[in-house]
């Protein structure tokens, strides 16, 4: 199981970058997302694309962040780039465990860079939480992420030009 953690959600201010965080966990693999913060917007928009495209992914909000981490029985990593580069912890990751996948907004607490297993780079340059989570789990699936099929009542078929989108009835 992964589990994404977004820290620092600021209610209205990060709306649209923790929806996409959200996506982006989604999209390539994950199976549920935690929010610091209570706000029930984004809870609905992300399940309102669970609705459509399929799925089992869950998001909560409001939740009690540093307990999850004390608790979290499986790897913890936390993505920052002040932290070892992803290929050198790729290599020493254990992969057969659950894992809690951290990314900040505002200014990441210090205990947090203690109590996780990894702190992780994608390059020790600053960019976003988006990019840093997409690369993450693109390199810990291998892509496979990408080719998961959801089995939703919207697909979406690739195509060269244009776009493809079938409606699946039950
Ligand atoms: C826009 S940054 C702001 C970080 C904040 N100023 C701090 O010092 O923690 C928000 C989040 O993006 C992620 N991030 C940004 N650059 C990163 C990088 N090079 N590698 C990994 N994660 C990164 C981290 O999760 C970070 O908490």
Redesign the pocket.
């Known amino acids: 199981m992964i589990t994404v953690l977004r ?1 620092g959600h600021r209610r209205g201010r990060d709306k649209r970058i923790t929806t996409h965080v959200g996506l982006v966990a989604r999209a390539f693999g994950a199976d549920e997302l935690l929010i610091s913060t209570k706000d029930g917007g984004i809870e609905d928009t992300l399940m309102d694309v669970s609705a459509r495209f399929g799925g089992e992914f869950r998001v909560k909000s409001g939740i009690k962040w540093r307990k999850v981490i004390q608790r979290w029985e499986g790897i913890s990593v ?4 002040y ?1 070892e580069h992803v290929d050198d912890v790729m290599l020493k990751m254990q992969k057969d465990k659950d894992l809690l996948i ?7 607490p210090p205990e947090v860079y203690k109590a996780v297993d990894f702190n ?10 988006v ?2 989570l997409a690369v993450f789990m693109d390199r810990l699936l291998g892509g496979g992420g990408l080719r998961k099929d959801f089995y939703g009542n919207v697909k979406i078929i690739p195509s060269k030009k244009g776009k493809k989108v079938v409606e699946v009835c039950d």
């Open positions: 820290l936390h993505l920052t780039m932290g951290i990314v900040g907004a505002e200014k990441v992780v780079a994608m390059g020790n340059q600053p960019h976003s939480e990019a840093a």
